[in-house]
């Protein structure tokens, strides 16, 4: 069983900047892929970063490419989404999600249902 606890959202301007965190339960925390979805009103949840238990690399949604950068801490269960240049089209509700051995890349693809764990979420408005 893992849990997952996001902080860091709020409410900041078109070009600021923001760090998301993500805390994690469980001692297997290592043979997991971490990543960052959203949702913003109205629409399906969207994948916007992973990064692979393997350490075999990160993987970005096009929409954020440049801009965002996931990281992983495996000594503190910890996973970050840093967020830079933000854009109004960015706000949404950020859930920080977890899935037993895949690689970041198929977590970009993968169904909401085959997600193992969710977080509650944290919300992210950007104003312009």
């Known amino acids: 069983q893992v849990q997952l606890v996001e902080s860091g959202g709020g409410l900041v301007q078109a070009g600021d900047s923001l760090r998301l965190s993500c805390a994690a339960s469980?001692?297997?925390?290592?043979?997991?892929?971490m990543g960052w979805f959203r949702q913003s009103p109205g629409k399906e949840h969207e994948f916007v970063a992973g990064a692979s238990w393997s350490g075999s690399g990160t993987y970005y949604a096009d929409s954020v490419k440049g801009r965002f950068t996931i990281s992983r801490d495996n000594a503190k269960n910890t996973v970050d989404l840093q967020m830079n240049s933000l854009k109004p089209e960015d706000t949404a509700v950020y859930y920080c999600?977890?899935?037993?051995?895949?690689?970041?890349?198929?977590?970009?693809?993968?169904?909401?249902?085959?997600?193992?764990?969710w977080g509650a979420g944290t919300l992210v408005t950007v104003s312009s």
């Open positions: 999600v977890a899935r037993y051995l895949a690689s970041a890349q198929a977590m970009s693809v993968m169904p909401k249902g085959n997600i193992d764990y």
């Open positions: 469980g001692r297997t925390f290592s043979t997991y892929t």
